[in-house]
């Protein structure tokens, strides 16, 4: 134990010293602003001693500074461009959108007025509030819609996010402040579909580094970006209501899990994501969503001609994985079973009739020896950084299977690498392991991206499952298309495409210089954040 | 070499005598029984590991060593992330950490003093060319193009090996080149042009005898480097693969878990720690020992000592 102790001795003073310089950095950082704000917050400086003399007793009217530790840097801050967690994040403060959702997770009206009204089957009339304008003095208007929509579904533009707009096929302006989304077909998913256009100044987003310097409307603007190192906002003075209670963020890009809880040990961030169960205790404050973001699954390629084509391989792998051992034990509880499904129980289309394949390794090793493959071996793809335990777990699911005689080897490439093997529709991996999330908290969009054999990641051959996930989409009523998902759900379940593992909700951990609660949908609102 | 084998009175006493100069230096002993200790754990890893070092448990995930809270004698130095136990791990991480050396160190002394050799023998412009190549590969920085080259040809047991001997190579051709310009103008060797001996005849019979103890020493000392290289390269991702074990992997796997549980690179990190010591120690040992002129002083020393004491 002496050892240990002394160890952590050394860290403390380690810490102690990081924290030392830590606040003489943020005093800095805080005092910078208060500083040249002075003169144009106070009147006219008629005199050169009445800044310095006001200047000194103002008690810092901007409000404080905090740093948020996220654990990969997004590939760009368009937010019309890439499908990244970590840019939702960051952009959720810069920019509005029509609808947006509260912090239990329903719908509320954003720019716009309310939710949106269905004019006919293929429209949807929206009214934005008036009184909006971009960080740049550009308005947000009719027109600034109907640029947003068109950019994010033209075919050259190419960004991975036009499928969360499924059905929109346009825009058009019907008076200033009024706007009609186009669809293909009636499409009831319009008001949830809208929580993830972000919409963009007409101007501004044709900029060549729109990426690089975003534009937005909301409470915070962006300041800067240092590639590999931090975004930084700051809170827009302009922006109506009462002033934030945090005027200034970074958003560190850290990779590595311990340092970035390092981080938060010493003061340095007062809130990151992607907290080990186990370090619970050892921060002031923990957070976690209130349901599971993240489900965790590994694809198998049930195309004919595959090692695993026979559907018993499949259910084997299922019935060989310990999933109430992986919730329990590996993830200390936070996790949950996934009900044989990629459907979370509170999004559209979870099918209640299904059950998770039970523990049972000896109906596997049988299983497996029916379909003449005891000796199976087979390439597991997976992936190391991207979410909590990813590879842990991947590593677990080998264990697992090596235990009724699947050999599994591991391959873990980079990060692009992995989506490209992820979404190469040739060449399916025999198995990969993929942490799913839904922002859309639809089955349309996990239906139709991995139970749809046209759809991105799907690895079975055309089946009757696409006709129902395309009739789904253009399905007005509910009930019947609720049955349709469920349909989908229950023939992914027979046919064991998938190993459904458990899902996990997101975790946070911080110092307790901040007053916070985590939302419903995972993102982290700056306005929410009360620092003391 | 061959000559060792033969039985014969006087070389079994050459041994005994060499055995009796580890004995009586304790850090050189320390150095042998430290490594004896690791090769013996690497050879026989199957019966002295406790448990297979990949049979996952997550019922007893990060459990602690036994002298900690919460440790038991069933996993005397813990388990990590996955329920496996360190110890078990240890022990077969010594297989590969152990094997990596022994063959990059191989390969690399083979081809470096087969290099040093041709260049100090030949002399001129073979030399000349040869040891601008040396001299060129020198300044390459040895973990980049290890990196470079491991990320594109994709890490496995024997591209490591291989990509850690290319980074040693030079360092025998050199010795090697060394040794052989100054063998070369011995009297023996003169004897031996003299009767009409062949150059390649002179190289291996003749000079090749004599580098044995300085190149010997040399190689203890790179595996020592290639211990740490491979530690470096298996921490970064680039070296050895799971399921495979080795030292520098378990402390890559370890760091995440640093704050909550310690043991997972400490023991690893020790590992290597105490190897790398065990053959610098042996290795400063054996450049005395095999060096006549550095044993006599030493010898010299010794006998001084104690009539230092009594005048």
Known sequence: MTRHRRFVGLLAVV????????????????????????????????????????????????????????????????????????????????????????????????AATDLGTPVDDRTWQYTVREGITFHNGEPLNADAVVHSVL???????????????????????????????????????????????????????????????????????????????????????????????????????????????????????????????????????????????????????ARAGSPVEDVRIRQALNYAVDKEAIAESLFSGIGEILQGQMLNPNWFGFNPDLDPYPYDPDRARELLAEAGASDLEIQLVSLVGNSLLDKETTEVVAGYWAEVGVTAEIFIPEFSEYIDRLIDRENRPDAIFVPHDNILFDGDRTLSAYYHSQGCCGSMDPSEADDWIDAGRTEIDQAARLKL????????????????????????????????????????????IAVS | MSAVSSGSRSERRRWAGWLMR???????????????????????????????????????????????????SAHLLGTDQLGRDVLSRIVHGARISLTIPLVSVTLAGIFGTAVGLLAGYRGGKTDAFIMRIVDTLFSFPGLLLALTILAVVGPSFWTLAIVLSLRIWMVFA??????????????????????????????????????????????????????????????????????????????????????????????????IAVAVLGINLLAGWLRVAADPQESAKRFAAAADAPSAWSG
């Not at chain 1, 006001?54 to 461009?81: F, H, K, N, R, Y």
């Not at chain 1, 009024?178 to 009636?186: H, K, W």
């Open chain 1, 15 to 110: 810490a102690l010293l990081l924290a030392a310089c830590g606040d003489d950095e943020a005093a800095t950082t805080t005092e910078a602003p208060a500083t040249t704000q002075a003169p144009a917050t106070t009147e006219a400086p008629t005199t050169t001693a009445a800044p310095t003399t006001t200047a000194a007793p103002e008690p810092e009217p901007m409000g404080a500074s905090i740093v948020i530790g996220l654990g990969t840097e997004p590939g760009s801050l368009d937010p019309q461009a890439v499908d990244q967690f970590a840019m939702f994040t960051i952009n959720d403060n810069v920019f509005h959108k029509l609808v947006s959702r509260n912090a239990a997770g329903d719908l509320v009206p954003g």
């Open chain 1, 151 to 301: 950019r994010i579904i033209d075919p050259d533009y190419a960004t991975p996010l036009k499928d969360n707009l499924g059905t929109v096929v346009g825009a058009e302006k019907v008076d200033e402040h009024t706007v009609n989304i186009l669809t293909s077909g009636p499409d009831p998913l319009i008001p949830t579909r809208m929580t993830l256009l972000y919409l963009v100044p007409p101007e501004a987003s044709q900029s060549e580094d729109f990426g690089e310097n975003p534009v937005g409307s909301g409470p915070y603007k962006f300041v800067s970006w240092e590639r590999g190192i931090a975004v930084e906002l700051e809170a827009d003075p302009d922006y109506p209501g009462d002033a934030p209670s945090v005027s200034n963020v970074r958003f560190l890009f850290i990779e590595e899990y311990g340092t970035r809880l390092a981080g938060v040990l010493n003061d340095e961030i007062d809130l990151m994501v992607d907290l080990l169960p186990e370090d619970n205790a050892r921060v002031a404050q923990t957070w976690s969503t209130p349901t599971g973001l993240k489900q965790f699954i590994v694809s198998l390629n």
């Open chain 1, 485 to 528: 998902y469920q349909d989908v759900g229950q023939a992914g379940h027979d046919g064991a495409w998938y190993v459904w593992l458990i899902s996990i909700p997101n975790v946070y951990g911080g110092t307790d210089r901040i007053e916070w609660s985590a939302r419903a949908d995972g993102l982290i609102h700056l306005t929410d």
């Open chain 2, 22 to 72: 580890i004995v009586r230096d304790p850090t050189a002993l320390f150095g042998v029984l430290v490594l004896a200790l690791l090769v013996s754990a690497a050879l026989f890893a199957p019966i002295i590991a406790p448990l297979d070092p990949n049979k996952q448990d997550l019922a007893a995930r990060l459990l602690p060593p036994f002298y900690a809270e919460g440790g038991s």
């Open chain 2, 174 to 271: 050199r010795m090697t080149r060394g040794l052989v310009l100054s063998a070369r103008e011995d009297e023996y060797v003169e004897a031996a042009e003299l009767v009409g001996a062949s150059p390649v005849r002179i190289m291996i019979r003749h000079i090749a005898p004599n580098l044995t103890a300085p190149l010997l020493t040399l190689a203890v000392l790179e595996s020592a480097h290639v211990i740490l290289s491979e530690a470096a390269l298996s921490f970064l991702g680039l070296g050895i693969q799971p399921p495979e074990t080795s030292w520098g992997l378990d402390v890559a796997i370890g760091r995440q878990y640093v704050f909550s549980a310690p043991w997972l690179i400490i023991f690893p990190g020790l590992a």
